[in-house]
């Protein structure tokens, strides 16, 4: 049974797209979404299957999400952050995949967002979705940085998906 019935995935790169792929696999949502600001990238993650649907436009590739991942360099998680306070669901799950937490955890306080910071202790020396793997998880460390207003409805989840994609949870 799906944990989600849909994830947005804003940054379909190597880390974006590992995660979609693993999700697939692991049938932990019913539905797929990417955030694209390339044609070109969206248009190879489509035909590749990595995302069932993907947007060129923010608003329309989190509409109905409710997990949202943002698996973007440490300098863009922040200015994506204030542009879901205005637009995401309120009860959306908002994850980074950022290994700086401090100020990113600061900014998900101030704009309010149902967020649960994570460092997923994995990657490549490779770039972007082509090189995505849906194994790039297994038996890697997550680290979960929650605060004292963190949801624990929103912490379970987000602990349930990472074990779900076979990541060990710290």
Known sequence: MAL???????????MGGSVAKAIRK????RKIVGFFRNKQKQKRALASGIVDEGFLSL?????????IILALPIHHII??????????????????MGSEKSNVTKAAQQ?????????????????GADYSLETLFNNSCVILTPTKKTSLQALRKVRKFWTGLNAKVA
């Open 79 to 96: 200015r994506f952050m204030a542009k879901l306070k205005n637009i995401a669901d309120k009860n959306a799950v908002i994850i980074d």
């Open 111 to 127: 704009f309010r967002l149902n967020f649960v910071g994570t460092h997923p202790l994995a990657g490549s020396e490779k770039k």
């Open 59 to 67: 608003k329309e590739s989190i509409k109905n999400s409710d997990l």
């Open 4 to 14: 989600f019935n849909q994830v947005s995935i804003i940054g379909v790169g190597l």
């Open 26 to 29: 692991k049938r932990l949502a």
